[in-house]
Nanobody, 130 residues
Framework: LQLVVSGGDLVQSGGSLRLSCAAS????????IGWFRQAPAKNRDGVSC????????NYEDSVKGRFTLARDKARNIVYLQMNSLKPEDEGVYYC????????????????????????WGLGTQVTVSS
């Protein structure tokens, strides 16, 4: 599954962006889609995930109430709507896939949360000016 993410841009603090995650040559219907972000010199962190059915959606605490994840099955795209952006939201955003359900972090497990997803691409840069 090849995923293409787009929509990153430079935005002022308090502004909004909508990121898109599309599949190249495949359907997203059977995949949970997760979003990660990586700020400069920091680890890549999970931001949000939506299950294949769209029924289950989870958000990292710092983005709850500001970010919204949604599936557009007709267009085969998953959108991450980001409102009230803060400088700490800045980073490269990646969309990735896992079969059906959003994987959970398993403390002590040999496989990291990132490793439970596939389709890592180049990501898209989100820059938030203060």
């Amino acid at each position: 599954l090849q995923l293409v993410v787009s929509g990153g841009d430079l935005v002022q603090s308090g502004g909004s962006l909508r990121l898109s995650c599309a599949a190249s040559g495949d359907t997203l219907d059977d995949y949970a889609i997760g979003w990660f972000r990586q700020a400069p010199a920091k680890n890549r962190d999970g931001v949000s995930c939506i299950s294949a059915t769209g029924v289950s959606i989870n958000y990292e605490d710092s983005v709850k109430g500001r970010f919204t994840l949604a599936r557009d099955k007709a267009r085969n795209i998953v959108y991450l709507q980001m409102n009230s952006l803060k400088p700490e939201d800045e980073g490269v955003y990646y969309c990735v896939a896992a079969p059906w359900a959003c994987p959970k972090e398993s403390p002590g497990a040999p496989e990291s949360l990132e490793e439970k997803f596939s389709g890592w691409g180049l990501g898209t840069q989100v820059t938030v000016s203060s």
